[in-house]
């Protein structure tokens, strides 16, 4: 009897582990999950289209301009050229045009492939620079004490108090003159910039999240085990207590860091033309906007989409490990 | 050579209100494999001693005099753990090195920065391979994002000096859970999910993991129950008998001491005021007994003393504040002797009692005792 009665809560219990991974997606909650795709659908036909596109758009415009034009109108032979202009602006949707073009004639869509290839890389640029510039200044003002540690949080609040276009608007000067026949060189070191002065925001979450965690029972315990003070930041608060902040605040800034790339571009100081991206492709359809093209409504959408995408990654992330937490607390 | 020998340790913290004197002239000597109790009532600086010897109190002035001479197995060159007070201490001249409650700190100056520095070198090799604590809160000390395994894994690997392979380290970490009557199934949970009792098991297991001469355990059965409390003794007296381990065991707790220690040492107010072999302190009818000594044992429940008086008996009066200690003997304002004999009560107030020798291995500190 004892044994019948075990041996069936036995495979209760087994029962509500299977249940709990497909809890867990249903935890999401629709929306989330409708997000998620929608993240994925985004990215994916831009980023495809991007991949089996040519990587370099010069080189194939000199290639195709050798061949015969006709080739480039069939889809079989790979997407339409981003630089390869047709007599007619501004052309509605089509089968050949997904998008129509612009005003130049360019084919819409796949512009915007390439556009939001650029806006990833330099993104990542932006989101490197802040990653390393955060964790090492949070570290070292949560580890130093005294007067290194005022020194350092002086300076947060003294970067915190200049408008952050403004810095960026000052770098230009300095970028231009230090790079000046590298054209994608001076939006990457604006980016860095751009991350660079926005890592105090996730400095200051990592010290203090070092500052409340020092003096606590199981930090003083490992102490005593001889565990060195890197070992400790590194080992114990960083890689376990501050992971869900790093994770939260770098799609966070991902988002940030593609809104500033399409302002800058769009204000002239970041890429110039041969290059592609979506600031700049809203710059040169700037006349298009007085004349309501929806090719611009378009290029507007795509930005706003990745922006909100990306913040909204951060609150699914803040909200998936803040439950993961919970469980653990 | 003893394992571990304390002379004269002094432990002051400065706060907002005044010059604390939690550890006041401490001796100590605590031979290798026996185990030596400290009790003695909360804030009467057992914990400090504790901290002071593993190198853990960080305020100012924290530890500044002393010598802790600790050896280490298979050295013959006893160390002295307190060494960098002789360079970074400095007492003003017009003290006569002697500091008493009311002055200011100003007499006294430390660098902290160079003391820490060295005590942080002096330490390095020492900490977790040679020396290890266990702390009060089981639950707290340890991390709530780690699993338990993982965290024995640390002390393991500290145990191995770093180099083990990941069987092998598995192995060590399966048999440990086993040592200390866990399954090792347990070795993948976090410490939410355990109890208090596991979780103190299992800091046992982390601090004799790393395999050291010395552990210091600071009551190690505080805020467990009673079973789990009878647990605990169980293991650390298996664990005595298979290892031969050194504990310095740090408790409130006679009950507790007198069934794990060879030597218990009774601390008040700072100051060790009775050393002695396990059965000398617990002999109730003994005469040489501090009064102290007297009332703790008293003070222990018991069901017929509840019958018999029909209340539990307490020690008359409160613990003295910390910041203005009495004159001369601490223990004088709660001291049997004293409120029967007024004589008796000036000449306490008047000197802090020297340590008497009663026999080989039994110390008193008592005016009345060094009187017979």
Known sequence: MAKDTSGRRFRQVALVQKESAWRRLRALGICRMVFVGFFVLFYGLFLGFFVFGNADPHQRHRFEQQESEEAALSLMMGPPDPVRSEMMKYQPVSAEHWLGTDQRGRDLFTRLSYGAWTSLVTGCIGLVTFLLAGISFGVASGYFKGRWRSVIIYLFNLVNTFPILLLLFLAVIVIDRLFE?????????????????SSPKLAELIRGKIA???????INAAVSLGLSPVQIIFKHILWYE???IILVQSAYMMGQAILVETTLTYLNFGLEDPL????????????????????????????????FFFHNLAALLNDLLASRQRDVD | MNLLEIKRLRTYIETARGLVRCVDGVDLSLPKGETLGLVGESGCGKTMTARSIIGMVDDFPGVISGEIWFLPNGSDEPLNLAAPLRDTVRVNENSDGKITPDEKIAQLSKDMKRWRRETSQ???RLRGKRLAIIFQDPLTSLNPYWTVGAQLGEAVKIGYGGSIDKKQLHREIGEWFERVFLPRETASKYPHQLSGGMCQRIMIAISLASKPDLI??????????VTIQSHIIDLFKELKEEQEITVLLI???????GQLADQIAVMYCGRIVEVAPKDEILDFESPDRHPYTKA????IPSLEILRKEGRLPTIEKEVPDPLNPPPGCAFHPRCLHCSQDKEQMLECKRQIPGMTQVNDNHWVRCLKINGQ
């Open chain 2, 251 to 257: 408790s409130h707790d006679m009950g507790l001491v």
């Open chain 1, 276 to 307: 592609i991206s979506w600031g700049l492709m809203l710059r040169t359809m700037a006349g298009g906007i007085s004349t309501g093209k929806f090719q611009v409504l378009v290029v507007m959408a795509v930005i706003a989409f990745s922006v």
């Open chain 1, 212 to 218: 409340s965690l020092k003096e606590t029972a199981f």
């Open chain 2, 122 to 124: 002096i330490y390095k």
């Open chain 2, 216 to 225: 210091i355990a600071d009551e190690p059965t505080t805020g467990l129950d």
């Open chain 1, 242 to 244: 501050c992971r869900p």
């Open chain 1, 181 to 197: 026949d590298e054209l994608s060189m001076r939006i990457y070191m604006l980016m860095a910039v751009f991350g660079f002065f």
């Open chain 2, 296 to 299: 703790l044992l008293n003070s």
